[in-house]
């Protein structure tokens, strides 16, 4: 079945310090997002980016469909954006979302 | 616009009991479903629809049963609690399958 891959499993950050988290996927991408769950455990979108380069703020993702992975980046980092951070990977004809199995992040003061 | 809503917001049942987990959407999102997330791991697909009158398994739907009369609504019911159903669920709507997919808050679910 189709494997969505995360990396790095954990990720201990100072505050300010940038980081790059990966998701590679195992078919042909369609839809792609990345979630934030916070420590409240509500489930933020971030992205919806099947493929090219979006950003928002600190923050940015690029997919590149035919490598099969997509890159979040996360600039000056602060405490807020502690938590886990999911991509999932979807079938534009179902709509089904598979997760992986995310990066915890921890940015310390 | 509320979004995708959930009722309750905890609930505890004992094994053997039945309940129903509430979704409701006023988006007009015609794909809804229904995950659950179980201790350090991802989300899980239970049951989805897409559109009034249409449902399909998900990865894990065993135990769950679900049903769509209206755009709105999509609740899940445990017909029978199993202490393997303590997770969170969560439901989730978007307007076609091809696009951006939004959640409700959850609903933590123990079964003792």
């Known amino acids: 079945g189709i494997q969505v891959e995360q990396s790095p499993p954990d990720l201990i950050l100072q505050e300010g310090a940038n980081s790059t988290l990966r998701c590679n996927f195992s078919?042909?991408?369609?839809?792609l997002q990345w979630f934030h769950q916070n420590p409240w455990g509500q489930l933020i979108n971030l992205f919806y980016?099947?493929?090219g380069t979006k950003q928002n703020g600190r923050l940015s993702a690029t997919t590149v469909a035919t490598e099969r992975y997509s890159l979040l980046y996360i600039s000056s980092s602060q405490t807020t954006d502690s938590g886990v951070y999911f991509c999932?990977?979807?079938?534009?004809?179902?709509?089904?979302?598979?997760f992986g199995q995310g990066t915890t992040l921890q940015v310390k003061p | 616009n509320a979004g995708v809503t959930q009722t309750p917001k905890f609930q505890v049942l004992k094994t053997g009991q039945s309940m129903t987990l509430q979704c409701a959407q006023d988006?007009?999102?015609?794909?809804m479903s229904w995950y659950r997330q179980d201790p350090g791991m991802g989300l899980r697909l239970i049951h989805y629809?897409?559109?009034?009158?249409?449902?399909d398994q998900g990865e894990v739907p065993n135990g769950y049963n679900v049903s769509r009369s209206t755009t709105e609504d999509f609740p899940l019911r445990l017909l029978s609690a199993a202490p393997s159903q303590t997770s969170v669920y969560f439901c989730?709507?978007?307007?076609?399958?091809?696009?951006?997919?939004?959640f409700g808050p959850g609903t933590r679910l123990t079964v003792t």
């Open positions: 989730a709507s978007k307007p076609t399958p091809s696009l951006e997919q939004y």
């Open positions: 078919d042909s991408v369609n839809n």
């Open positions: 980016i099947p493929s």
């Open positions: 999932a990977f979807g079938s534009s004809n179902t709509g089904k979302l598979i």
């Open positions: 988006m007009n999102h015609e794909y």
């Open positions: 629809s897409v559109g009034a009158g249409i449902t």
